[in-house]
T-cell receptor, first 111, second 114 residues
Framework: SQQGEEDPQALSIQEGENATMNCSYK?????LQWYRQNSGRGLVHLIL?????REKHSGRLRVTLDTSKKSSSLLITASRAADTASYFC???????????FGTGTRLQVTL | SAVISQKPSRDICQRGTSLTIQCQVD?????MFWYRQQPGQSLTLIAT?????????ESGFVIDKFPISRPNLTFSTLTVSNMSPEDSSIYLC???????????FGPGTRLTVT
C-alpha cells in the first residue's frame, strides 16, 4: 500500500509562478526523496532529505521536512514550461533502503 | 549519480509468454531494486535484488511470476513470466550505492501484453 499521500493531485500554474507540492507519510523515516517523471519515462532524482534535516535547497528547488507532522514539501520557484511533469515523494524506512512512493502530483506549467 | 540502462526500452508481448528485462549500472552498487508502475499509478516495489542470493519479494509478488537474478554488483534481470494483460506496466530498476543513499532509477521498460 502507498505510504505517502501527495497534494494536490494536480496543479496548473503559469510560467514564472512558484509551485508547492506536499507529501504526508505514516511511519518514521530514514530519509525522504523527491523525484520528477516526464510522461511515463524514468524517474529523475531531485533531492534527498534526511530525517535530521529540516530544509534543503538545490537550484530552484527547496524541500522542507517536518518529522513531527510526518510531512514534506517541495517548492519550485520561478517555474518553467520544462518543469511540467509528475512529482513523487518516496520514503526510506527501516533497514533495507526500500522506497515507498506517494501518489504523485501532476504539475502543468503554461506559457 | 549512477548511469543505469535497461533493455528492452519497450516491448509488446502475447499473453502466456515471458519477457526478461536487463538492468546494467556503470559502477558497483550495493542495492538494486525492481519496481512496477501500472498505467496512471505510482510506483510499487516488486523486490530487492540480492547479489549472489535469492531476491527478497514484497507482499503480493512471488518468485515464480517475477524471477530475478543478480550475478554481480552491476547487473540484474527481472523476468515477467506467463504474462497477462494485467502485467502491462512500466518496469523500472533502481540502485543505491549504499544503504540510505540516493536511489537512482533506470529509464524503464514499457511492457504491453496483448
Amino acid at each position: 500500500s502507498q505510504q505517502g499521500e501527495e497534494d494536490p493531485q494536480a496543479l496548473s500554474i503559469q510560467e514564472g509562478e512558484n509551485a508547492t507540492m506536499n507529501c504526508s507519510y505514516k511511519t518514521s523515516i530514514n530519509n525522504l526523496q523527491w523525484y520528477r517523471q516526464n510522461s511515463g519515462r524514468g524517474l529523475v532524482h531531485l533531492i534527498l532529505i534526511r530525517s535530521n534535516e529540516r530544509e534543503k535547497h538545490s537550484g530552484r528547488l527547496r524541500v522542507t521536512l517536518d518529522t513531527s507532522k510526518k510531512s514534506s514539501s517541495l517548492l519550485i520557484t520561478a517555474s518553467r514550461a520544462a518543469d511540467t511533469a509528475s512529482y513523487f515523494c518516496a520514503t526510506d524506512s527501516g533497514t533495507a533502503s526500500k522506497l515507498t512512493f506517494g501518489t504523485g502530483t501532476r504539475l502543468q506549467v503554461t506559457l | 549519480s549512477a548511469v543505469i540502462s535497461q533493455k528492452p526500452s519497450r516491448d509488446i508481448c502475447q499473453r502466456g509468454t515471458s519477457l526478461t528485462i536487463q538492468c546494467q549500472v556503470d559502477s558497483q552498487v550495493t542495492m538494486m531494486f525492481w519496481y512496477r508502475q501500472q498505467p496512471g499509478q505510482s510506483l510499487t516495489l516488486i523486490a530487492t535484488a540480492n547479489q549472489g542470493s535469492e531476491a527478497t519479494y514484497e507482499s503480493g509478488f512471488v518468485i515464480d511470476k517475477f524471477p530475478i537474478s543478480r550475478p554481480n554488483l552491476t547487473f540484474s534481470t527481472l523476468t515477467v513470466s506467463n504474462m497477462s494483460p494485467e502485467d502491462s506496466s512500466i518496469y523500472l530498476c533502481s540502485v543505491s550505492k549504499n544503504r540510505g543513499d540516493e536511489q537512482y532509477f533506470g529509464p524503464g521498460t514499457r511492457l504491453t501484453v496483448t
